[in-house]
Structures are given as structure tokens and as C-alpha cells.
């Protein structure tokens, strides 16, 4: 019998399964009633995760992060992420959502170049590649996070009206920019592939709920070249490595593209904006699938009977070979009730008991 990694790896390559892969990714609040309910934090094994996710140490190259705005006066309570990009909340009820501050706005070239971007923390990479050993030993996959790859990276540093600008009057700064950070996700994708990940998980958002970010042919200049060259550095140390690819949104018209940049498995397929039995129907034998359950309507204010309906259909959609890893689109917030997260996870056992059973 194959291990939960090995089996996930041939679902995601739609070469079928002997269990579905599933996924969650709580809020704070729902890890704390997960506890309360159970006595620990472990929601992971509790639903039967074949993953683990896993991130490098990344270097601050910055000591004080104030001191990267020359031209903005921060709030007391804003933190610097390893980017040096500056979040504030704007509400306590904001949750994990922050207020984004841009060190590099308005900066010239000069200024970009000489910025001090994150690298790789080299001391950290063999302990990195002990925690990928440790969980392939105990027979789970290796999720590796570097979404943020490129275009929402350089955004977050200059502000997306300025890169916007700057893409689409050809400034030089946008060059200067994308690259710089190319460059450090190169890296990211080299050290991750040396480690042994299984799943590589790029992303940058590109859709909006009802259109796109920016148009196709902005992002085939600036961003598709960008990306192939981050995924082609990975798939050069290790050709197996699978690549997921994020991005929320109405994504329809990039999936083409996407797919000859060569993304794997594409995340969430957000059901407020796109209808997932189209994709499938359009792309499902040259792609798979990650997420699907809405967390914007079905799991916050549907009844537990509708999220085991839709993740049923999902399940039958994709069918014998696979290519799907269910789960909610998002992060679970605050006010998704318990019973709809379990809802998904008996939807999976009567699945499982009603197809598996009469194919293995």
C-alpha cells in the first residue's frame, strides 16, 4: 500500500488514489476551538492531512524598519515583515487582514537597486532539509510555501498603482524590481527542490472577484517569463518536484497560460468567481485541483448538508483518476461553523466507502 505522500503525488498527477487527499488551514480562533474541543492544536492529523506545510528561514537584510520610509510616517504599531514592508491593523476585527505600507513608492531606481531585499538564510537550509526528511519518513508529503513569488512581492513594495504605471509605461524601475525578486524566489525554488519538497506552492493573485487584475498580455511581458524562470530553476535540481500555483479570483483567462508555464495544480478555483465543473471540463485532463469549498458563502452560511453536497460533487466530478486535493478555497475564519468543516471530511468517507471500495 502506497504511503499518504506517494498516493497524494499520484493524485495530484491524476493517475488515481486509494484515499482523497483533503486540506484545511484554520485562523487562529478556530485552532483555539479546535483545542477546546480536543485538548490539542494537532487539526492536521485530526482530518487526515497527507501534507505538512513547511517554510524556510528567510534573512532580514534590514535592522530597523522605519528607517526604509523616508516618505511615510508610520503607525506605533505597524510590523515589518522580511521584506521590510510595513503592516498596521486598521481594526482589532480585522483579524489577520493588515493595513500595507509601500517602502519602495515613489523611490527612483537607484534606490531599488540598493534595497536591502531578503535572502536565503544559509545557516538554516540543513536543519530545513531534516524536518523534509522527518515527515517523508513518516510517509507525508512536503508542502513547501513561497506564494508572494513575484508580482505580489514587487506590488506590496512599490503599491500596485506604481507598478501598474511603471509596467505600462515601460520605466525601467519595473524591470529593476521584477528581477530583484525573480532572483530571491530563484533561490527560494533552488534551496526548496535541493531539500526534497514534493510540492512547490507558488502564487501571486492576478484575479479580482469578477475580472482580472491586470490584462493577459501585461502579465505574458512582465510576469509569465518571470515565472517560468522561477519554476524552470526548481525542475532543473529536481524534475518531480509538483507545482502548485494561488492565485483567488477569476483567474479563467490565465489558465491557459499558466498551465504552459508549467503549473501542476492550481489553487483554490474560488467558486464565487469561477464554476469549477467548467474549468474542470475546459482544463481537468492537463491540470489538478487544490481547494474548491467557498469560504466566502458556502462554508460561513451554508448548512452542513450543502458543504457535503458540493464536496461530494466535486469528488465525482474529478472522479477514478483523481486531480483533486478538497478543501475550503481560504484560510477558515472566524465564523465558518464547526459542523461544516466536518461536514467536508464525512462527505470524503461516504466517497470513499461508496467508489473506493468497488475500484481498489
Not at 494537532?42 to 501534507?51: A, K, P, R
Not at 515589518?80 to 480585522?94: N, P, Q, R, T
Request: hydrophobic share 35%; proline share 4%; glycine share 8%.
Amino acid at each position: 500500500m502506497d504511503t499518504p505522500r506517494q498516493d497524494l503525488r499520484r493524485c495530484l498527477r491524476r493517475q488515481g488514489f486509494n484515499r482523497v487527499h483533503v486540506d484545511y488551514v484554520l485562523c487562529e480562533s478556530q485552532i483555539e476551538g479546535f483545542k477546546r474541543r480536543f485538548g490539542h492544536t494537532d487539526y492536521e492529523t485530526y482530518f487526515g492531512l497527507s501534507h505538512r506545510r513547511l517554510e524556510l528561514d528567510i534573512k532580514r537584510n534590514f535592522t530597523i524598519g522605519n528607517e526604509l520610509y523616508p516618505r511615510e510616517i508610520l503607525p506605533d504599531s505597524t510590523v515589518f515583515d522580511e521584506y521590510g514592508i510595513g503592516h498596521s491593523k486598521g481594526s482589532e476585527l480585522a483579524f489577520h487582514m493588515t493595513r500595507m505600507h509601500h517602502p519602495l513608492r515613489n523611490a527612483g531606481p537607484a534606490e531599488i537597486i540598493n534595497y536591502p531585499f531578503p535572502t536565503i538564510d544559509e545557516t538554516r537550509i540543513e536543519d530545513f532539509g531534516k524536518k523534509v526528511t522527518s515527515l517523508h519518513e513518516r510517509g507525508l508529503a512536503s508542502f513547501a510555501f513561497m506564494q508572494m513569488t513575484v508580482w505580489e512581492a514587487s506590488w506590496y513594495l512599490r503599491s500596485m498603482e506604481e507598478l501598474m504605471v511603471d509596467m505600462m509605461t515601460e520605466n525601467e524601475s519595473a524591470a529593476i524590481l521584477l528581477d530583484k525578486i525573480t532572483d530571491f524566489a530563484c533561490s527560494k525554488a533552488m534551496a526548496y527542490a535541493s531539500a526534497g519538497i514534493d510540492i512547490l506552492s507558488l502564487g501571486d493573485d492576478i484575479g479580482t472577484q469578477n475580472s482580472l487584475m491586470l490584462d493577459v498580455e501585461l502579465w505574458e511581458k512582465w510576469l509569465k517569463p518571470r515565472l517560468e524562470k522561477v519554476i524552470r530553476a526548481a525542475k532543473k535540481i529536481n524534475p518531480d518536484i509538483l507545482i502548485f500555483y494561488h492565485s483567488c479570483g477569476h483567474i479563467i483567462p490565465f489558465i491557459d497560460k499558466l498551465i504552459e508555464s508549467g503549473v501542476e495544480i492550481l489553487n483554490p478555483i474560488q467558486p464565487e468567481c469561477m464554476d469549477f465543473n467548467d474549468v474542470h471540463d475546459s482544463y481537468g485532463e492537463r491540470v489538478s485541483f487544490w481547494g474548491t469549498i467557498g469560504t466566502q458563502q458556502l462554508l460561513p452560511y451554508g448548512t452542513s448538508e450543502e458543504v457535503k453536497k458540493v464536496t461530494l460533487e466535486r469528488l465525482e466530478k474529478c472522479g477514478g483518476k483523481g486531480g483533486i486535493v478538497i478543501g475550503p478555497t481560504h484560510i477558515v475564519e472566524p465564523e465558518v461553523p464547526w459542523e461544516n468543516l466536518v461536514a467536508i471530511r464525512e462527505a470524503i468517507n461516504e466517497f470513499e466507502g461508496k467508489y473506493l471500495k468497488n475500484t481498489l
